[in-house]
DNA sequence: AACTGTATTGCATATTATGCAACACTACAA
DNA sequence: TTGTAGTGTTGCATAATATGCAATACAGTT
């Protein structure tokens, strides 16, 4: 039986009138009719003696009527400690996000975990990825968000949310670089737009490092992603970046993906704290609410 | 939510596996999986928490857990007294049932007490309703259903149950008393078949009295309404008698009513028995389930 | 790298819930 | 006696929901 079922059926029992009961909880009184029926069958009792003139409670009705009543209030109980129990934490989280996961990995994680803690204020910092574990060790964060390095010292605690896939990028425009890259050529020789530093930037060179082309042709040394998509959509070079962040710039269309570039492992996402900090209520939700 | 659901969340609680608990509650796993997720919803929190690996329970999930054990013992509870209730009673009941009521009422109150006292046997005798209330005092029966006197002494207990209808019926073959009442005639003239005794007697008694037209001519006494109901398909005369007797008799398209001959009281039909029976739980209990 | 086992999800279909309109019935007023 | 009003129920068409198949995503193991 259902919650609503159940409330139907006490407030009949004090209304003894299936119309004025029907119209209180919107529903038509043949509706009412046939959920009053069903828990009858389900109870296996008649719960109301009934005829188009008088509605009276059974016997076996009077227990139900007990039962529901309590199986109401029981549930009003486990909500309210539910609620109190998420509404309780106060208190500010700092937060630093790479911009990518910004885009696509922070707003739903905000949003369930401020619904189960409203009461928690958020004060977040978008930047480098790079920056991201310097944050969190200097504490002037409580987490980051970013991609895993490919080291990451035992000091902090990993928890991971995505893989985030790269891709090579190229200019869409007609250029040079555009003409180089759709004939035969040495990587060698396309000029390439490189992360200042960061798990992209080591991406590209363990990538790179397997092309086995001698010395990267290295155009521009650029600080963020979104840095490095515009200056490929001018035409300037090719670079090496997440999906997600193509997929939100304005500059999307102006430039494509390289395919048969060779495999470059994607980027693990995850929520980076100081093992010392992970026991911290505040914190300690946040990685629940996951 | 449904007791079902609650019954499948419990013993995944137990488990940690979709698959083994799908599998005890006969349905896939995706049908229990959306079970779980319809639950969280309406708890407004997450339940467990899981991944293609691992099933834990999670804080609020705990506390659920407690409030789905809660529900499903209460409702066991309410089962077993219910049950209980309707099962306990054993024993014999004596009825004594005139032919009238056995024919439209006795059935459905003999349904609705076998199944709320399913261990209970019930001994049936039917007869003339003018026997009842003696069967009754002579404590052969423990009750009876049948019409109530003009006069019922103290020491009964009657309950209503019903009115039964009576009218005044003439043959509808071509006889010398069809062409009597399709006359202007004095009923002094129209033979008169009467019941030997009882209530249908005293109602001809009382009815014809009110007529003041002299001495009745009566063709014959019978024992019993079908009899009386035969004798004037037979053109032997007319009588008064109970509607649902003529209704339910093989020769009812051989009688007709006849109309505008006054007023007959209704049989005011009942369970009648003696005032120091009353208490009895057997007879208590089919008072009960009137 | 391939395989296995797990939980989830898109989608088509099965099942159930709902409300309209009609029905059956009773008490009351004319 | 007849007509009316009000009540709860039910047949049926439709709306809404539940279910399971098949595919998916993913992690641990070999």
């Not at 299936?18 to 919107?26: I, N, V, Y």
Request: aromatic residues 8%.
């Amino acid at each position: 039986m259902e919650l609503k079922s159940l409330r139907m059926f006490v407030d009949l029992s004090k209304s003894l009138h299936f119309g004025k009961t029907a119209e209180l909880h919107h529903v038509s009184p043949s509706t009412l009719s046939r959920v009053i029926q069903r828990l009858e069958h389900e109870v296996g009792s008649a719960l109301l003696h009934r005829d188009n003139r008088t509605v009276v409670l059974s016997e076996a009705g009077k227990q139900f009527y007990q039962f529901a009543e309590q199986q109401l209030e029981q549930w009003q109980l486990l909500q309210l400690s539910l609620n109190q129990k998420q509404a309780e934490l106060q208190g500010k989280l700092h937060i630093y996000c790479s911009v990518t996961a910004a885009y696509s990995h922070l707003p739903p994680l905000l949003e369930r975990f401020r619904q189960q803690h409203p009461l928690v204020e958020i004060m977040l910092t978008t930047g480098d990825a790079a920056d991201a574990l310097e944050q969190v060790e200097k504490q002037a964060v409580d987490f980051a968000i970013a991609a895993k390095p490919e080291q990451l010292s035992r000091i902090f605690t990993f928890e991971h949310l995505a893989k985030i896939p790269l891709s090579v990028i190229a200019p869409t425009m007609v250029c040079r670089v555009q003409q180089q890259i759709q004939q035969d050529f040495s990587w060698s020789e396309i000029p390439i737009i490189l992360p200042e530093h960061g798990p992209a930037r080591k991406r590209f060179e363990y990538w790179y490092r397997k092309k086995q082309q001698g010395k990267a042709n290295i155009y521009a040394t650029v600080s963020g992603h979104e840095a490095l998509v515009s200056m490929v959509a001018l035409g300037c070079g090719v670079g090496i970046v997440p999906q997600v962040v193509v997929e939100n710039s304005p500059v999307k269309d102006r430039v494509q993906y390289l395919a048969d570039v060779g495999e470059i492992a994607p980027f693990d996402l995850g929520v980076c704290c100081l093992n010392q900090s992970k026991e911290q209520p505040l914190i300690k939700a946040f990685f629940a609410s996951i």
